[in-house]
């Protein structure tokens, strides 16, 4: 661990711990190595400090943090501070495009409704500003930069691949549709590695899309001004170019506007207030609503585009160099009695066809990286889909020739029915490439286990394998499991290091800064 700094001296008026928690707070705020991996001690410039980045702070007491700050670090403290690439960025890097170069205010997919209300706020409320202090309106609101389209598999210039298999991974029976999807990346060339996700641009259901055209009387081919700025056929616009399955508070409103019915107008302005509920998509609305039909040319232009989607890669490329393998947990639910699907994993996984085009990408990964040193031991920690980046990572680990041991964590609800990846699994601990497999699955007794109670029952190896120097890696789910995943890993630090819970945060935090502890969560 880092030294640290001791700025209040032995004989000041405090407790032995009162005096270590100011030290660290000091050297935090000064951006200093010893507490958070600020600047180098001697003098080096310290690095500026984010204390609203954190996923599990709410809004407002993110807002809070960042109050007084310059307009692109308020915007960043309103995004889901995950860094987890959807939206084509990192957290703060979005919200210094959004506040220099005008981008668009709803690429952050976790963040939903919540972060793009707020955005819109800090964004109008710095245009009001502007527009009191006669700033010139260039300022007040950044024209946006032409997009140079980058190389063949970026976000701005996809390529058109192919599906060459998708393998269901679930026994009959069970309440999953988990696919194993085969990408063919033809003679693309794109290079990718294990750590990277993908990137996709899916389409909408179309029999949703048939049923709005037929709900607002519209034949489909009528010929509309698409996002792009190019005149399309409407259907093709519905189908692939905007979301249809949440509408925007403007979409709300412009149903409002276009109601016949007085009550109908009365109760859509009430909730373009509050915002839609979960799960009330674009269809919804105007089966509730049948009296409102707004211009179909409005409603293009009020339609958020149809966001790409990532999904962890589940190969390497040294074992797969022109193809993308990736795990697919179809989405599937009942809202408001009606059956929904989700949009890219249904496209994905079911409606897309063998040998079917799929618009890809690549997202790179700054740092959810198999390590350089072959002999680090790696501690990886992935429940259901989580487990994807943990097949690339074996299977890179495998073609290597690491000698590093491997401890994998896995759970999912039935051993019988939910045990992905089993077989490739077992064979890799027969060959001794996993170490140790550790399964947690949650339905197989009367009180559920998680890989976090797993974590908990073998925390004396766990804490071996720490001091060692492993590296542990986590995907997954970022609202709960990663959640419960850190708050175990610190009650090991702190149990089986001696540790109070002060030391075991710097503990954990000087694992963050050493690369040590690596998520990809979402």
Known sequence: ???????????????????????????????WEGSLGGAEQGGGEAKESFPWHDPAMEMDERME??????????????????????????????????????????????????????????????????????????????????????????RDNPYMAKLKASTPLNAEGSSKDTRHVVIDLGDSGIKYEAGDSMGIYPENDPRTVDAILADIEASGGEKVKAPDGDNKLLRQVLLKEVDITKPSDEVIALLAASASDAEEADDLRMLSERGAEEGQSLLELLRVYPSARPDVQKLVDELGPLQPRLYSIASSARKYPNEIHTTVAVVKTAVYGRGYKGVASTFLAKRLSRNGEVPVYIQRSDEFRVNADPDHPAIMIGPGTGIAPFIAFLQEREARGDAGRNWLFFGNPESAKDHIYRDQLEAWRHDGLISRLTLAFSRDQEDKVYVQNRMREQAREFWAWLEAGAVIYICGDAERMAKDVDAALHDIVAEQGGMSEADAKRYVATLSSEHRYLRDVY
Request: proline share 8%; charged share 30%.
């Open 1 to 31: 661990m880092p030294t640290q700094v001791d700025l209040i001296p032995e004989d000041a008026p405090f407790e032995a711990e009162q005096r270590e928690w100011l030290n660290g707070l000091i050297a935090a705020l000064a951006g």
């Open 65 to 154: 943090l960042a109050e007084g700050k310059p307009h692109e670090r308020q915007l960043m403290a309103a995004m889901a501070q995950l860094d987890c690439g959807q939206c084509g960025y990192l957290c703060k890097t979005y919200a210094e495009a959004i506040a220099f170069e005008g981008e668009d205010l709803n690429r952050c997919v976790p963040g939903a409704k919540e972060t793009e209300r707020k955005l819109k706020e800090l964004v109008a409320e710095r245009e009001a500003n502007a527009s009191k202090a006669d700033a010139p309106a260039e300022e007040a609101k950044p024209a946006p930069k032409p997009k140079k389209k980058g190389p063949l598999g970026t």
